[in-house]
C-alpha cells in the first residue's frame, strides 16, 4: 500500500478473466463427440465411415462459428456488466476520498495551530481513526480490483518490501522491530504481499505489549514474524483463519485480516503456518519456496 489517498482502479477497458479459446474448444469437442455417437447410431443403419468424415467436416466449422458467437454474445454480456461495476465502484471510492481527504487536511492544520496536550491528544486519536480508515479504503480499492481483474505478478525482493512495511509500522512508535531478513527475489503480486505483512504485524502490535520487540528473520525461504504477546492456544489457532473471529474480543478490529490472509497465500502459492504459546507469543511463517524467481 502506498499510504497515500487515491483510485487503484484501472480507467481501461476491462478484458474477461479468462479466454474464450479454451471454451471454445471444449464446445467443438462436445459437438464432435455428440456427432461420434451419432455416427454410431447410424452406422447400424448402414451409415459407412467416409459419410462420417464428410460430416465431420461441414460439421466443425459450422459449430465452432456457432460456439463462438454464443460465447462471445454470452463473455460479452458479463464483460459489459463488470465495466459497469467498475465504473460504479471508481466513483463510490472517489466520492469516499474527498471527504477523507477533507478531514486529513484540517487534522494537519489543528496540529499546527495548537499546543494544549489535551486538544493534542484528541488530534492523535482522530488521526489513528483515519489512518485505519485509509487502510480500509486501500483493502477495499484492491480487494474490487483483484475481484475485476487479474492482479499482474511481479518480480521484486522480499527483503526491500519487509523493511518498507516495518518502516511505516515503526512510525507508530510502539513496538521496537528487529530485522534480520537478507535479499530473497520473488515472484508474487506486490500489493496483495504488502496487506498481508500489515495484518501479521498489526497483529503482533496489538497482541504485545508496546515495550515487547516483534522480530523478522528470514531461515532460508521461510520469513519467521515473533511476538512476545498473549499468545493463542489450540483452540484459538483452529479458528485463526475463521473469517470474523477475534481470539481477543477487547482487541479493536472486524476479525477478517488473517482470514484474508490466508486467502492471499493460498492464491499465491505462499506456505503459512501459526506457532503460538499462551502468555509467550506468536510466530508466524511464510515459506517462499515456491514463488523464488528462478
Aim: aromatic residues 6%.
Amino acid at each position: 500500500m502506498s499510504g497515500e489517498w487515491g483510485i487503484v482502479l484501472s480507467g481501461s477497458r476491462m478484458k474477461p478473466k479468462g479466454s474464450i479459446l479454451p471454451l471454445l474448444l471444449l464446445y467443438v469437442v462436445a459437438a464432435a463427440g455428440m456427432l461420434l455417437v451419432a455416427f454410431l447410431f447410424f452406422q447400424s443403419q448402414g451409415t459407412n465411415w467416409s459419410q462420417f468424415w464428410i460430416a465431420l467436416v461441414i460439421f466443425v466449422p459450422v459449430s465452432g462459428a456457432v460456439g463462438y458467437l454464443l460465447l462471445t454474445e454470452a463473455l460479452g454480456g458479463k464483460q459489459r456488466q463488470d465495466e459497469r461495476l467498475e465504473h460504479l465502484t471508481r466513483e463510490i471510492l472517489h466520492e469516499i476520498n474527498l471527504p477523507v481527504s477533507t478531514i486529513q487536511s484540517n487534522l494537519q492544520m489543528l496540529e499546527v495551530r495548537t499546543d494544549e496536550p489535551h486538544n493534542l491528544k484528541r488530534i492523535g486519536r482522530a488521526k489513528e481513526a483515519l489512518e485505519r480508515l485509509q487502510r480500509l479504503y486501500d483493502e477495499l480499492a484492491y480487494a474490487i480490483r483483484r475481484e475485476l481483474h487479474a492482479i499482474p505478478k511481479e518480480t521484486f525482493d522480499l527483503a526491500e518490501v519487509v523493511e518498507r512495511r516495518v518502516a511505516v509500522h515503526q512510525e507508530m512508535r510502539r513496538n521496537p522491530f528487529v530485522v534480520e531478513v537478507s535479499s530473497l527475489p520473488i515472484v508474487a503480486d506486490r500489493i496483495g504481499l504488502e496487506q498481508v505483512l500489515d495484518n501479521i504485524l498489526e497483529n503482533a502490535m496489538k497482541y504485545s505489549s508496546s515495550d515487547r520487540p516483534i522480530r523478522l528473520s528470514l531461515e532460508a525461504t521461510r520469513l519467521m514474524i515473533r511476538d512476545e504477546g498473549v499468545g493463542m492456544d489450540a483452540a484459538q489457532i483452529a479458528r485463526i483463519y475463521e473469517r470474523y473471529y477475534q481470539g481477543d474480543s477487547h482487541s479493536p478490529g472486524e476479525g477478517i485480516g488473517l482470514a484474508l490472509v490466508k486467502r492471499y497465500c493460498d492464491e499465491a502459492g505462499i506456505g503459512i503456518r501459526i506457532d503460538s504459546t499462551p502468555g509467550e507469543g506468536t510466530t508466524v511463517v511464510l515459506d517462499f519456496a515456491q514463488v523464488i524467481q528462478k
